[in-house]
C-alpha cells in the first residue's frame, strides 16, 4: 500500500449504532488530520494530530472520537450520529511544520451515510 | 465566516485555451497558499503552493500568482487539457501555531472541452 488509505470507503449506519473509520499513512508523516466534507461545502477541519497528540479539535460534537495509536494510524470513532453527519470523511497526513507551509496528503475518503 | 472564498462555482473551458481559477482570502496572517484538485471518488491531490514571501510560481503548465495587497491568488493552466477537468479547491495556512492547519475555499469545478 502507498500513499493514504482509508476503510471503509462506504458505510451506511443507522443513528443508534457504533462504527469506526481507519485511516493509515505509509508516508513518514508524523502529523494526520480528519476533515469532513458536506455537500456544497468546503472541507472542514475536525481533528489534528501531531507525533499522536491531539494539537486540535475544532469544536467537533463529541459523537465523533478520535484516536491516534501512532504516527500511521488514525480511526474516528462514530456514536449516535445524526443524518446531517453524513458527508464524505477525509483523512490526510503531513510532516509537521512550526506555522503555515507544507502539503497534507489525502486519502480517498469514506462516503457515510446516516439513516 | 468563510475565510477562504472561491466565488466562481464552475467554469468551463475549451481544450488549448487558459483555465483561470480565483480564490480570495480574508485573514492576513495567512502566509501559505495551496491548490488541490479532486476527482470524483478521490481524494483532493496536492498541485501547487505558494509562500507569501513570492508573487509567483510555476511548475509546467501551472502557475498560481498572489496578490496579497488585494488578498486574491489565482491558478492558471495553460493550455489547458480535458484530463484537468476535476474540482479545484485553494487553501490557505498561517498564523503562529497552526501547525500546518489549512482552511478550504468550497471548489470551483473544471470543465475543459476537447
Known amino acids: 500500500e502507498t500513499g493514504v488509505t482509508q476503510t471503509p470507503r462506504h458505510l451506511v449506519m443507522g443513528m443508534t449504532n457504533k462504527k469506526s473509520l481507519k485511516c493509515e499513512q505509509h508516508?513518514?508523516?508524523?502529523?494526520m488530520y480528519w476533515y469532513k466534507q458536506s455537500a456544497k461545502k468546503p472541507l472542514e477541519l475536525m481533528f489534528v494530530?501531531?507525533?499522536?497528540?491531539?494539537?486540535e479539535n475544532n469544536s467537533v460534537p463529541s459523537r465523533f472520537s478520535p484516536e491516534c495509536p501512532n504516527s500511521s494510524h488514525l480511526f474516528l470513532h462514530l456514536h449516535t450520529l445524526q443524518p446531517e453527519d453524513s458527508a464524505l470523511y477525509l483523512c490526510?497526513?503531513?510532516?509537521?511544520?512550526?506555522?503555515?507551509?507544507?502539503?497534507?496528503?489525502f486519502g480517498p475518503g469514506t462516503r457515510l451515510t446516516v439513516l | 465566516d468563510q475565510q477562504v472564498k472561491q466565488n466562481s462555482p464552475s467554469l468551463s473551458v475549451q481544450e488549448g485555451r487558459i483555465s483561470i481559477l480565483n480564490c480570495d482570502y480574508t485573514n492576513s496572517m495567512f502566509d501559505y497558499f495551496l491548490w488541490y484538485k479532486k476527482y470524483p471518488a478521490e481524494g483532493p491531490t496536492f498541485l501547487i503552493s505558494?509562500?507569501?514571501?513570492?508573487d509567483k510560481n510555476e511548475d509546467g503548465r501551472f502557475t498560481v500568482f498572489l496578490n496579497k495587497s488585494a488578498k486574491h491568488l489565482s491558478l492558471h493552466i495553460v493550455p489547458s487539457q480535458p484530463g484537468d477537468s476535476a474540482v479545484y479547491f485553494c487553501?490557505?495556512?498561517?498564523?503562529?501555531?497552526?501547525?500546518?492547519?489549512?482552511?478550504f475555499g468550497q471548489g470551483t469545478i473544471l470543465t475543459v472541452h476537447p
Open positions: 487553501a490557505a495556512s498561517g498564523g503562529g501555531t497552526s501547525y500546518g492547519k489549512l482552511t
Open positions: 490526510a497526513s503531513s510532516q509537521v511544520v512550526a506555522s503555515g507551509g507544507g502539503e497534507q496528503f
Open positions: 494530530y501531531n507525533f499522536k497528540e491531539q494539537t
Open positions: 508516508l513518514g508523516h508524523n502529523a
Open positions: 505558494i509562500s507569501s514571501i513570492k
